[in-house]
């Protein structure tokens, strides 16, 4: 017959080590896996947290007409390398013509017009737009395309201003609707790990 303390010699039953021989090895103890258990929770309520803020701000951008799909193929070219991504597009352009999908058409070579040099008011205008792109996205201006000697660098800087600007007249609102739920949702979080 087989007892509690010691199984019969064909069981697959296995004796328990000792928690005293447990304790001398290299495993944790209860209040180290009890300290990490509760940060662990701390941090998967903050990322509860994180996450929800993230979709309302999804949908904020959504409501003021941008469609989240295009941006995140833009983002994606974005950090990739200029000739992947006219590839990529070729290729898009090219599966669209098999399925029949309208697209625009591009110029040839053939039909650029003569005045297709641009000039330093169009190249000034580029700056400025490049930088009023830089600003209002929270990024610094481009001192390696306009260094402190190119003649459009006040252009560029003026145009990162101009961004700065709107940026901070219009992040404002975004961060009030942001806060008005992650405070909220912090504050009920911290509630749930005191208690």
């Known amino acids: 017959m087989e007892t509690l303390s010691k199984?019969?010699?064909?069981?697959?039953?296995?004796?328990?080590?000792?928690?005293?021989?447990?304790?001398?090895?290299?495993?944790?103890?209860?209040d180290t896996v009890l300290v990490f258990l509760g940060r662990i929770r701390q941090e998967e309520?903050?990322?509860?947290?994180?996450?929800?803020?993230?979709?309302?701000?999804?949908?904020?951008?959504?409501?003021?007409?941008?469609?989240?799909?295009?941006?995140?193929?833009?983002?994606?070219?974005?950090?990739?390398?200029?000739?992947?991504?006219l590839a990529t597009i070729g290729r898009i352009r090219q599966y669209a013509q098999w399925l029949d999908v309208p697209v625009?058409?591009?110029l040839s070579l053939l039909d650029v017009p003569a005045s297709s040099i641009l000039s330093s008011d169009e190249l000034g205008e580029r700056a400025f737009r490049a930088g009023y792109v830089l600003g209002i996205t929270g990024l610094n201006p481009d001192d390696d395309a306009y260094?402190?000697?190119?003649?459009?660098?006040?252009?560029?800087?003026?145009?990162?201003?101009?961004?700065?600007?709107?940026?901070?007249?219009?992040?404002?609102?975004?961060?009030?609707?942001?806060?008005?739920?992650?405070?909220a949702a912090a504050e009920h979080a911290d509630l749930e790990d005191a208690a």
């Open 7 to 30: 199984p019969r010699p064909a069981s697959r039953r296995r004796i328990l080590p000792d928690e005293a021989a447990a304790a001398a090895s290299n495993a944790p103890d209860a």
């Open 45 to 85: 309520a903050r990322v509860a947290v994180a996450k929800k803020r993230l979709g309302k701000l999804w949908k904020l951008a959504l409501n003021a007409g941008i469609v989240r799909k295009d941006l995140e193929l833009v983002r994606k070219f974005a950090d990739q390398d200029p000739d992947s991504v």
């Open 147 to 183: 260094p402190l000697a190119h003649e459009h660098r006040t252009r560029h800087q003026d145009g990162w201003s101009a961004g700065q600007k709107v940026l901070l007249d219009r992040i404002q609102p975004i961060d009030i609707a942001l806060d008005a739920d992650g405070t």
């Open 104 to 106: 625009g058409s591009q």
